[in-house]
């Protein structure tokens, strides 16, 4: 029988402990024990109650196959970013080459040949060269490593965002060489704003935070016997590579996208100025489990 508040805790606490499965008993109990010091602590209102029940179901409102608001929201708490860091390079304890996966990535990307180009449609932007290793923690070369990457394009949308960019555009899945290496031409991206015609939006707006990501390039490589690694390579000249709305910039994951400003030497169709990036990946050993994918 529950007499007062205090009371609440305890009992929910004691329907928590039943719960067979051994982690989600673990998730389950400190969810509610923390949860609801929360609700103490800032003593929550009735009002605020209904609101929060209400932003829940928004988020999922405005969750559809090209936007993913919850991914969104988690990115905006930093929920995403220490998720990641707890769970990669020993554990939070070492520098990583994992990151977030983001709300844009998609399956099926098609395959690419070493060398070629991503670019599917009229991408007006200057050439992006990049020449990449996959290697293991004793930085030996990964063979036979799928790496899909994708980017935003140089006016800042993906192409699931953009109905002036074709299928896949600024996509593509590659196959590591004996030399762990793959290499492809693209554009050069540029920094983007994250949706803000939603929730997130709203959160940011009160908090007088600006929606801007910096300028990068995702990758997923797959490989068996190792772990997944999702990565994003930052351009550390964009202006916001200290204060990322998403939280997801680390020193590890900072590129060297150099500027060419001379005609490229062994292609005499690409003139100035065009990047260059070379970045090697580290996976770690583990179990090659494909993320749920955020949009279709």
């Given at each position: 029988?529950?007499e007062?508040?205090?009371?609440?805790?305890q009992?929910v606490l004691?329907v928590m402990?039943?719960?067979?499965?051994?982690?989600l008993?673990?998730?389950?109990?400190?969810?509610v024990?923390?949860?609801?010091?929360?609700?103490r602590?800032v003593r929550?209102?009735?009002?605020?109650f209904?609101?929060?029940a209400a932003v829940?179901?928004?988020i999922?409102?405005?969750s559809?196959?090209?936007?993913?608001?919850?991914?969104?929201?988690?990115?905006?708490?930093?929920?995403s970013s220490l998720v990641?860091l707890?769970?990669?390079?020993?554990?939070?304890n070492?520098?990583?080459s994992q990151?977030l996966?983001?709300p844009?990535?998609?399956l099926?990307?098609?395959?690419?040949?070493?060398?070629?180009s991503i670019?599917r449609?009229?991408t007006?932007?200057?050439?992006l060269f990049v020449?990449?290793r996959?290697?293991?923690?004793s930085?030996?070369?990964i063979?036979?490593?799928?790496?899909?990457?994708?980017?935003?394009?140089?006016?800042g949308?993906?192409?699931n965002?953009d109905?002036?960019?074709?299928?896949?555009?600024?996509r593509?899945k590659?196959m590591?060489?004996?030399?762990?290496?793959?290499?492809?031409?693209s554009v050069?991206?540029?920094?983007?704003?994250i949706p803000?015609?939603?929730?997130?939006?709203?959160?940011?707006?009160?908090?007088?935070r600006?929606?801007?990501?910096p300028?990068?390039?995702h990758a997923?490589?797959?490989?068996?016997g190792?772990k997944?690694l999702?990565?994003?390579v930052?351009?550390?000249n964009?202006?916001?590579i200290?204060?990322?709305?998403?939280f997801g910039?680390?020193r590890a994951?900072?590129?060297d996208?150099?500027k060419?400003d001379t005609p490229?030497?062994?292609?005499?169709?690409v003139?100035?100025?065009?990047?260059?990036?070379d970045?090697?990946?580290?996976?770690?050993?583990g179990e090659?489990?494909?993320?749920?994918?955020?949009?279709k």
């Open positions: 029988m529950i007062k508040q205090e009371d609440v805790t009992a004691a402990q039943q719960t067979t499965d051994p982690r008993r673990v998730i389950m109990m400190s969810l024990r923390h949860l609801h010091e929360f609700v602590e929550l209102t009735e009002e605020e209904r609101t929060a829940i179901n928004e999922g409102k405005l559809s196959d090209t936007h993913n608001e919850a991914v969104l929201m988690a990115g905006s708490l930093g929920v990641c707890l769970n990669n390079g020993d554990k939070g070492t520098e990583t990151s996966l983001g844009f990535w998609r099926n990307s098609p395959r690419v040949e070493n060398g070629g670019v449609s009229d007006p932007g200057n050439p020449n990449a996959v290697v293991d923690q930085g030996n070369p063979v036979g490593a799928e790496v899909d990457v994708w980017h935003a394009s140089p006016v949308l993906y192409e965002q109905p002036e960019q074709a299928e896949y555009n600024l593509g590659f590591t060489n004996e030399d762990g290496r793959f290499w492809f031409s050069m991206m540029i920094g983007y704003p803000t015609d939603g929730l997130v939006g709203r959160l940011l707006k009160a908090q007088n600006h929606p801007m990501r300028a990068h390039l997923l490589i797959l490989k068996q190792y997944v999702i990565s994003q930052y351009d550390p964009d202006p916001h200290e204060d990322d709305v998403q910039v680390t994951l900072i590129g996208f150099v060419h490229h030497p062994t292609l005499p169709d003139s100035a100025p065009w990047y260059s990036l970045y090697v990946y580290v996976m770690e050993p090659a489990v494909l993320p749920r994918p955020p949009i």
